[in-house]
């Protein structure tokens, strides 16, 4: 203990001395947070579909965070490889290529090109970005695949799968889409549920439909290739869950977010199945096996594969050997994702990395949560969205701004919601008043005084030295954060500096000072342009343009991160340039203009209802037992944040439900109410739950549910007719 209280107070003396360096005193401590061992990292990021443009929500989900993560190994110096690049082949390309009567080439030329230019124009900072349609990639996954196939990692079976008869086709996962049977989302896939998160397959929908003809499709023998990722529970328990894999597999679960790990954690414990790894296709990588014709691979193998086709093109250009970054013990690999995307990142590509032998396993899997917009979901169908490339055009050269706003309220833990106004309000109010405000006064006010040269300061007062100390310990802080995926408390910490600096010109008043005590301003200003040096090196990850103006602006190299590891950030005699003002202001005109947008869009979904399903026939109508039922209890079912179970009245008895609506009502709202409810639906177990009916709720298109209330003088269990 004593020891410890020996290193508090030392670390104390030195900070509060730090700054004597100027005067060749006793030398700044180093306390700087290790990120890991190392030699180098592979980060990817998510390969967006080229079959629409990016919003928002895409950027603050996955490649946001991956820039800034990278951006900060570059600085510290490291070894990285960032990956990404469109994602062209799987049944979402031919969807989009069937509803605009086109090619599935021509969809993804066209889109790949947006994006790209989207990307590039907003300044991330990847090594490559690639695509998955060309000739490279697709010799890279069938040489995966033949190995896995080598290894014995695929079982080969029949099955019976959907079919569309009117098409003649086989319908892959996404052109199938039902009632998700957990949370009832009528517009759920045949692979997952996009509004409750759940993986499903295409048997587990109810009342499916082709997406081509809208037909109900019928069940057909065909062969596929399965990876019975069910032999593989026990190693991904122990790697991912336990971490008690060692060597290069070593993994500790603390370091994960609970998000990730509690999603993988549910799979598990639920039972892992087959899955197909092939598909039937026209469009994708072919299986490279004999009696396969007509068969793709599932766009889940063949997409990730796209990480390691893209770093070995990376790497024959840097003339450098991809597996070091792929296979050695030495090198990290992380992922950048969305929540969507988890169980594939986690569970399956694991799977296929570690039976294909010798590559490495993801060190972390940083996922975000989703984005909403303006109170409701960001929808490209509804084009509910801010799309990426018209905001780089409405808001030209204001790229670091998105960046700080979307960084500012990433949804790390949770989703979190982006408006206009919170927009205009954190870019007003924090970046033009807090840090474009004291970078100018302190530029400003240097070359007004001292003609653009950093003074040498005199004695220290014990404000000077308090912040000094606070000015120095801020980049650990920012390390730390950054080095735990937690880039909004990063940038908390970052702009932190900016703030301190402010509130100490505004303090400290030089500009009426220099009227009594020209040496005490002498002091002043040269802490100042200490902090205005040391804003570009904790900024760098989060705000690439504005440190890059910092740094014309103070005449200095530009910021690494080991530039903060210096005693002293800016050296006094230094000559300095011109101010230029770092952020403008958002005026209410253009957040109008895009709240007005945004209405329109909604007007016009508003005005769009749902189509009518195909026509039944009156006897099939008769069949349907409706009757009045009151709602007697609701209470949420354990380990589900989407279901409610309810005790419902329906005059001769009462009956279990399970229905899907706690996202849209609280327990004490149902209680009392009586709804309709279809009475002779066949019983079905959801989350072990036997369901005795169906309560009947009205939907709107932006997926809000609405009570369909019967008359409160009506008896229990009346039947409608």
Request: with cysteine; net charge negative; charged share 25%.
């Amino acid at each position: 203990m004593v020891g410890v209280w020996l290193i508090i107070i030392s670390y104390f003396i030195y900070v509060n001395l730090n700054f004597l360096a100027r005067c060749k005193w006793l030398p700044l401590p180093k306390f700087f947070h290790t990120l890991s061992k190392a030699k180098r990292y592979l980060v990817t990021a998510a390969l967006p579909y080229a079959n629409g443009p990016l919003h928002i929500g895409h950027i603050a989900g996955a490649y946001l965070p991956a820039d800034i993560y990278v951006r900060f190994l570059k600085a510290q110096g490291k070894d990285v490889a960032f990956i990404c690049g469109s994602d062209e082949n799987g049944a979402a390309i031919t969807l989009r290529a069937k509803k605009e009567k086109t090619t599935p080439k021509e969809i993804v030329d066209r889109y790949h090109g947006i994006i790209q230019k989207a990307f590039e124009d907003f300044g991330m900072s990847f090594d490559i970005y690639h695509r998955t349609s060309g000739d490279d990639h697709k010799e890279m996954a069938q040489e995966f695949f033949l190995e896995l196939h080598k290894n014995q990692a695929f079982e080969e079976k029949k099955s019976e799968q959907y079919f569309d008869e009117k098409e003649g086709m086989f319908l892959a996962d996404r052109y199938i889409t039902g009632t998700c049977p957990k949370c009832s989302n009528e517009g759920a896939y045949g692979d997952q549920c996009e509004k409750c998160g759940s993986a499903l397959s295409p048997d587990d929908l109810i009342n499916p439909k082709s997406t081509i003809s809208g037909a109900t499709p019928v069940k057909k023998e065909t062969s596929h290739w399965y990876l019975p990722m069910q032999q593989h529970e026990d190693w991904l328990r122990d790697w991912l869950v336990e971490g008690k894999l060692e060597g290069k597999e070593t993994h500790n679960p603390s370091d994960w977010k609970n998000n990730v790990l509690g999603q993988c954690k549910s799979w598990i414990d639920g039972g892992l199945q087959s899955r197909a790894m092939t598909r039937d296709l026209d469009w994708g990588v072919p299986v490279p096996l004999e009696n396969s014709e007509g068969k793709v691979l599932y766009v889940w193998l063949d997409a990730p594969i796209g990480y390691v086709t893209a770093t070995k093109k990376w790497a024959d250009q840097q003339k450098k050997d991809w597996k070091e970054y792929w296979k050695s013990e030495d090198s990290e690999l992380i992922h950048f994702i969305g929540k969507d995307n988890i169980v594939f990142h986690c569970i399956i590509f694991p799977i296929l990395l570690k039976l294909n032998k010798g590559f490495n396993l993801p060190a972390n899997v940083p996922a975000n949560e989703f984005l909403n917009l303006e109170g409701q979901k960001i929808s490209t169908s509804r084009n509910w969205a801010v799309w990426l490339h018209e905001y780089l055009e409405d808001f030209p050269g204001k790229q670091d701004e998105l960046r700080y706003v979307l960084c500012s309220i990433a949804p790390e833990t949770k989703d979190s919601e982006f408006t206009w106004k919170d927009f205009q309000a954190r870019v007003n109010n924090e970046l033009v008043a807090v840090l474009g405000n004291f970078v100018n006064r302190a530029l400003v006010l240097t070359h007004k005084y001292y003609e653009g040269e950093v003074p040498a300061p005199n004695t220290l007062n014990e404000t000077d030295k308090e912040v000094l100390a606070e000015a120095k310990a801020i980049p650990a802080r920012v390390e730390k954060a950054l080095s735990e995926y937690k880039f909004r408390e990063a940038l908390q910490h970052a702009m932190s500096l900016a703030r301190l600096g402010n509130k100490y010109l505004a303090d400290e008043e030089p500009w009426k000072q220099i009227k009594t005590d020209q040496e005490r301003v002498k002091t002043i200003m040269s802490i100042a342009l200490e902090i205005t040096a040391g804003l570009r090196g904790v900024l760098l990850p989060f705000l690439p343009n504005t440190v890059a103006k910092l740094d014309a602006m103070l005449n200095l190299e530009p910021a690494t991160w080991r530039t903060l590891q210096s005693d002293i950030w800016i050296e006094a005699g230094h000559k300095i340039n011109k101010a230029q003002l770092l952020f403008s202001k958002v005026e209410d005109a253009d957040i109008d203009k895009q709240i007005e947008k945004l209405a329109q869009n909604n007007k016009a979904n508003n005005q769009k209802v749902k189509p009518m399903k195909e026509l039944t026939d009156f006897d099939t109508f008769q069949k349907m037992d409706l009757r009045m039922a009151e709602i007697k209890e609701a209470v949420k079912v354990p380990k589900s944040s989407k279901l409610f179970q309810l005790k419902v009245d329906i005059g001769s008895e009462e009956r279990t439900v399970v229905s899907g609506i706690a996202k849209h009502f609280s327990p004490e709202d149902l209680v009392g109410k009586k709804v309709l409810m279809l009475a002779n639906l066949a019983p079905r177990k959801i989350m072990g739950i036997e369901s005795q009916g169906m309560l009947l709720f009205a939907e709107d298109d932006q997926e809000k549910l609405y009570t369909v209330e019967g008359n409160s003088d009506v008896m229990n269990g009346a039947t409608v007719s």
